[in-house]
């Protein structure tokens, strides 16, 4: 079992990953920020998100499914402008939280779009569990 009792990732045969994982741009910035900080707190959690995204490679589902009714504004935005129909987070180390949607866009795979990482405190709040 992997992060949390969560089911490690496994690849298809032939060694390749059975979905894309992608980020939004912006998640894709806060990222590669991680990775390159000189925090080593910072460096462990986009090792952590590598993981995630490792598992969500193999099991979309990995996550659990985020309510809409829970949805705040800027989700319900997302889901407007970009088509987002289901949001999910996925626990990694230190209890932090991967937010990605499942999507497919036209004829095109699906594939895990990762919106946000977050801490536990800041997820219940944003998302009104706190």
Known sequence: MGIH???EASQAAGGKPRY???AHPKFAEYHE???NSKVFEERQIAGNIDKAKDV?????TAGEIIPRDRWPKLYRGYARDLGL???RHYVIDGGRRLI???MKVGD??????????MSHKEYEQR????
Not at 108 to 117: H, K, M, R, S
């Open 85 to 87: 129909n289901n949001l």
């Open 108 to 117: 095109g795979p699906v594939f895990a779009w990762i919106l946000n990482e």
């Open 100 to 102: 990605y949607s499942i």
């Open 20 to 22: 894309e994982v992608r």
């Open 56 to 60: 969500l490679k193999d099991n979309l």
């Open 5 to 7: 009792g969560q089911p």
């Open 33 to 35: 920020r991680l990775k």
């Open 127 to 130: 998302f009104g569990y706190g």
